[in-house]
């Protein structure tokens, strides 16, 4: 009864000007591709994936709905496995990985439907009540009292933690640095002791230039330091971890076990950061925080969208989950726009409910279907 008829269905949707992006985001047109799955028993799953393109659809359609067409949404291990070798050739990175992460994501939104679970709770189970949440919704500006304006915001909300990015680097020489500094000492001030201060880089710095700016950014007691190095420089960051005691975080552009296999093994973050519709969906993300909690590493997932929600509520081993406060209705990113019913923020927590499979469904106001 749960033989899959139908793959690959998809919709691309503009970016709705919910982001204000730092100067090294790239382009302003971005995509989301949403993966339906049709089961026989007449349940439909949703793989929601950002940041893609027709070709990310192009490799859904022609690569790996063929594959998963007759096949059951229970057989999550087998299918994944044959989507990722037989796309072995083509990229084990990128847009490949984020095709197999949403058709994943749907068979796993299909098998909480199925059998009227969560998928938290085909994962592992609920393991809190409630999520803490971070507030992320932090832009560097050239006026920093606006940025405190916002973390004070956040702070009055009921907010524990925040994150800011950081607009300055290494093109910006001696007096970015300082920007830098004079808005991680403010923001500290603004804030006080008790609320956790994160940092992003967003793969901004060169290795010289973090290994300048972190002895500068030590007094502030800041939480982490996201991605200051490229994905790849497995050993810049191995260097830069051990030259600090700030916890150095990354993953959110890392793939699959093998590319965190990586990251972990060679020592280069104190926090994993993966995201389930890029790493290779549930069925691989389960794997990898395993690989984490190995090593004893916390695993705080890059971004609010519903597939990460229902990891974070699934293991004990993520304490915390990003909120962006003023992306959406919801507070979630553009992603959070195209569906109805995502998880409600309030005092600085999220409430995840008992709906079967993620507990979303298409905004239909937003995607005609």
Same mark, same amino acid.
């Given at each position: 009864?749960?033989?899959?008829?139908?793959?690959?269905?998809?919709? %691309?949707?503009?970016?709705?000007?919910?982001?204000?992006?730092?100067?090294?985001?790239?382009?302003?047109?971005?995509?989301?591709?949403?993966?339906?799955?049709?089961?026989?028993?007449?349940?439909?799953?949703?793989?929601?994936?950002?940041?893609?393109?027709?070709?990310?659809?192009?490799?859904?359609?022609? &690569?790996?709905?063929?594959?998963?067409?007759?096949?059951?949404?229970?057989?999550?291990?087998?299918?994944?496995?044959?989507?990722? &070798?037989?796309?072995?050739?083509?990229?084990?990175? #990128?847009?490949? %990985?984020?095709?197999?992460?949403?058709?994943?994501?749907?068979?796993?939104?299909?098998?909480?439907?199925?059998? @009227?679970?969560?998928?938290?709770?085909?994962?592992?189970?609920?393991?809190?009540?409630?999520?803490?949440?971070?507030?992320?919704?932090?832009?560097?500006?050239?006026?920093?009292?606006?940025?405190?304006?916002?973390?004070?915001?956040?702070?009055?909300?009921?907010?524990?933690?925040?994150?800011?990015? *950081?607009?300055?680097? /290494?093109?910006?020489?001696?007096?970015?640095?300082?920007?830098?500094?004079?808005?991680?000492? &403010?923001?500290?001030?603004?804030? #006080?002791?008790?609320?956790?201060?994160?940092?992003?880089?967003?793969?901004?710095?060169?290795?010289?230039?973090?290994?300048?700016?972190?002895?500068?950014?030590?007094?502030?007691?800041?939480?982490?330091?996201?991605?200051?190095?490229? /994905?790849?420089?497995?050993?810049?960051?191995?260097?830069?971890?051990?030259?600090?005691?700030?916890?150095?975080? #990354?993953?959110?552009?890392?793939?699959?076990?093998?590319? *965190?296999?990586?990251?972990?093994?060679?020592?280069?973050?104190?926090?994993?950061?993966?995201?389930?519709?890029?790493?290779?969906?549930?069925?691989?993300?389960?794997?990898?925080?395993?690989?984490? @909690?190995?090593?004893?590493?916390?695993?705080?997932?890059?971004? /609010?969208?519903?597939?990460?929600?229902?990891?974070?509520?699934?293991?004990?081993?993520? /304490?915390?989950?990003?909120?962006?406060?003023?992306?959406?209705?919801?507070?979630?990113?553009?992603?959070?726009?195209?569906?109805?019913?995502?998880?409600?923020?309030?005092?600085?927590?999220?409430?995840?409910?008992?709906?079967? #499979?993620?507990?979303?469904?298409?905004?239909?106001?937003?995607?005609?279907?």
């Amino acid at each position: 009864m749960d033989a899959l008829y139908e793959a690959g269905d998809r919709t %691309l949707v503009g970016a709705m000007g919910l982001f204000n992006k730092p100067i090294s985001a790239s382009g302003e047109d971005v995509f989301a591709v949403i993966v339906r799955v049709t089961a026989e028993n007449g349940m439909t799953g949703l793989g929601i994936v950002g940041l893609g393109s027709e070709a990310l659809a192009s490799i859904i359609e022609t &690569r790996l709905a063929p594959l998963v067409l007759g096949r059951s949404a229970f057989d999550v291990e087998l299918v994944w496995e044959m989507m990722f &070798r037989s796309t072995i050739n083509i990229g084990r990175k #990128g847009l490949v %990985l984020e095709a197999i992460s949403g058709l994943d994501i749907a068979l796993w939104d299909i098998m909480g439907k199925t059998t @009227q679970r969560p998928v938290f709770d085909l994962l592992g189970g609920r393991t809190r009540e409630k999520i803490r949440a971070y507030a992320s919704a932090g832009y560097a500006m050239d006026d920093l009292d606006q940025v405190v304006d916002m973390a004070k915001g956040y702070r009055e909300a009921g907010f524990t933690a925040m994150k800011m990015r *950081f607009g300055w680097g /290494p093109r910006d020489g001696r007096a970015g640095m300082r920007r830098n500094v004079e808005m991680v000492r &403010r923001l500290r001030e603004a804030i #006080g002791d008790d609320m956790e201060l994160m940092t992003d880089a967003y793969m901004g710095w060169t290795l010289q230039y973090a290994l300048e700016m972190l002895p500068l950014l030590e007094p502030y007691d800041i939480a982490w330091l996201e991605e200051p190095l490229i /994905p790849e420089d497995y050993d810049g960051y191995a260097r830069l971890r051990s030259a600090t005691k700030i916890a150095i975080a #990354g993953g959110e552009h890392e793939f699959t076990r093998y590319g *965190f296999k990586q990251l972990i093994a060679n020592g280069c973050v104190d926090i994993v950061q993966l995201d389930v519709n890029r790493c290779g969906g549930f069925t691989e993300a389960r794997k990898i925080v395993a690989l984490a @909690q190995a090593f004893n590493l916390p695993v705080v997932p890059h971004a /609010p969208d519903i597939h990460n929600v229902h990891l974070v509520m699934s293991h004990i081993g993520i /304490p915390l989950i990003e909120h962006f406060p003023h992306h959406g209705r919801d507070g979630d990113t553009f992603l959070g726009e195209l569906v109805t019913g995502a998880p409600e923020v309030r005092d600085g927590y999220m409430y995840v409910e008992d709906k079967p #499979g993620l507990g979303v469904e298409i905004n239909t106001s937003v995607v005609p279907l």
